[in-house]
């Protein structure tokens, strides 16, 4: 079993996706000097190139990346060699326009972008597979090469009519026989029966709403399909180069894949991150992705891009303003990351994203963009040593499913406002905010490691996991759980009593009676807090704690927040303030603190093995109290109790 250790080697990655073909091959010597004066240490190949390295069906131009790849090796450069299969070449799709997608309306998706392929073609998956077969059996075995990068950003949908067969095959497999299929998607409902497998389609376009549990199915289906490709391309490299890593980059908090499932398949987990520099919550939200990557790789994992600058797809595009990049990468660094990467080396002079920043943008390397890559590409190599391989170990594990996020996400819902992703990223928020550092985790996974458990949402649940979630309970630990959770199996039926029958029994709930959404602008008033989104018409067993009770209206009087022993209830979502304070309070009495008291709200500190990580978010400069004496690894001076911070500032301390 390779990993990213097998790459890092007591170093952090740094680098990017590099795309000389897009340059005179003049350049590569001036891109190489800058290379290395920026301490660039890994760079990708390959992610765009299927029309170069085939112009032509069946022919092969490998020259270019031949002297490409001994360039890199020669001036020391890894590198991570990409399958081009993200973007095929016009001529597959003139040739064969099977392998282009199709939407729900049946309208053909033409090249001429990227992703412009079927994942459930066969003509498509035969010449990716070809294409991969001669990469690595020609590179395999290459002295650059550090890891393979499968594909780009899998994120491609078909409706098509091979994704139709597929998609019966992919039920079979699930359920075995056609009744299984009917009682999974309650096809008794608007004489929705099938009576041959041949009459069942991708959810298509319908003139009123879609069967949920085949909408389910389908989002499940597609994930699978998308890394069934992954893994065909995968397992060719690996027979070539069985010692070489193998990646494939994830998009954050994507709703298209189940990244619990798809990371027990890769060898290095990575993920792109592109937070809104003019986001007041910008760091937040890279936290979360942080947080759920690492808890993925179960260890450390790869930023395989960010940007150095703006991106290009935003309705107003802005630059980051001096620090940001670097106070973001370390951040990365501090909760995991043990390759700090960036779409891509040279910004684009051409093509649809020539605004999109590069390492070495526009201004060349007299501009802001790149001295500032310079710098952190010397800090990184700086802490390196320190910080390649270590651990971080946190007490509370919030818990997320694609699964129940796919059921809970379905047209006929109560609440449209009711966002799957808001909601986590709400409780997230409001942990992060509390100085209170978090892994993610599956229902389904042994939670025993953590003293606090958070579910803000898990519409659909398994009975393994409430049985767990339960003997987590039993073992002593703590458990929140926001509203709407538990209220359907995996197959998208309502639990009777609107939630597990268990887990009423396990917060004190003797009946559910009514859900209550709340409109825009609504609010519904509690003791110590107001709750927004979402409300619940909830009676209490005689064994609960009702910890705050609805003021006025229909639910005067209700639990809107319930206990019952170390099992705790949320039935709305309260407002930022109230929510923070209530899972602060529920964190301390579990025994979980801060990593260091009294922080400045704009003020991070995250411990990384025996590191201690201390992030200043805001622009104005802040003193920490910081107990002890510490070495700053960043500055290379030393500290006594307390820190200074300019803006954007980090420090890297060890005792």
Known sequence: MTGLGDVTRGRILFGGDYNPEQWPEEMWAEDVRL??????????????????????????EFGWLDRLMNL????????????????????????HPQTLPRDEDGRTEWWGGRQHFSHSSAAYRRHAAAITEDLAARYGGHP??????????YCTYDWGDEAAVRFRHWLRNRYGTLDAVNSAWGTAFWSQGYGEWDEI????????????????????????????????????????????????????????????????????????????????????????VQDMTRSQARGPWMLMEQAAGPVNWRGVNHPKPRGLNRLWSLQAVARGADAVCYFQWRQSRQGAEKFHSGMVGHAGPEGRTFQE???????????GGAVAGTHSRNGIAILHDWHSWWAGAHEGRLSTRVDYSQVLTSWHRALWQGHLTTDFAHPEHDLSPY?????????????????????????????????????????????????DARLRELFGIRTLHEWWPLETG?????????????????????????????????????????????????????????LRGLLARIASDAGVRPVLDGLPDQVEAVRRGDLLFVLNHGRESVTVHVPGTHRDLLAGATVEDELTLGRYGVAVLRA
Request: hydrophobic content about 40%; proline content about 8%; some cysteine.
């Open 35 to 60: 290379m290395k004066d920026a301490g660039v240490n890994s760079v990708t190949l390959g992610v765009f190139s299927w029309a170069r390295l085939e112009p032509r069906p069946g022919a092969r």
């Open 72 to 95: 890199m090796h020669g001036n020391g450069i890894g590198v991570v060699l990409a399958t081009p299969t993200s973007s095929p070449p016009p001529w597959l799709g003139r040739l």
């Open 144 to 153: 650059a090469l550090t890891m393979w990068h499968i594909n780009n950003e």
């Open 201 to 288: 389609l991708p959810p298509r376009r319908a003139h009123y709403l879609k069967n949920p549990g085949q909408v389910l199915d389908f989002k499940r289906f597609t994930s699978d399909m998308l890394l069934e490709c992954y893994a065909a391309e995968r397992d060719i490299v690996r027979r070539h180069s069985p010692h070489t890593p193998v990646t494939t980059n994830f998009m954050p908090l994507w709703a298209g894949q189940d990244a619990w499932r798809w990371a027990e398949e890769e060898d290095v987990v990575s993920v792109d991150l592109y937070p809104d520099p003019r986001d007041p919550f910008g760091a937040q939200h890279g936290a979360l």
């Open 373 to 383: 890559v310079e710098r952190l590409g010397a800090e990184l190599a700086a802490i």
């Open 451 to 499: 003293a606090l458990v958070v579910a803000p949402q898990l519409y659909a649940l398994t009975d393994a996991a409430i049985d767990n979630l339960l003997a987590y309970v039993r073992g002593g630990g703590t458990l929140v759980c926001g509203f709407l959770t538990g209220v359907a199996d995996e197959d998208d039926r309502v639990r009777p009593g609107g939630m």
């Open 522 to 578: 609504e609010s519904a008033e509690a003791d110590g807090l107001r709750g927004t989104l979402w409300s619940e018409e909830i009676e209490a067993a005689g064994n609960a704690s009702v910890e705050a009770r609805y003021k006025g209206g229909e639910l005067d009087g209700l639990p809107a927040v319930l206990r019952r022993g170390r099992a705790w209830y949320v039935s709305t979502l309260p407002e930022p303030h109230a």
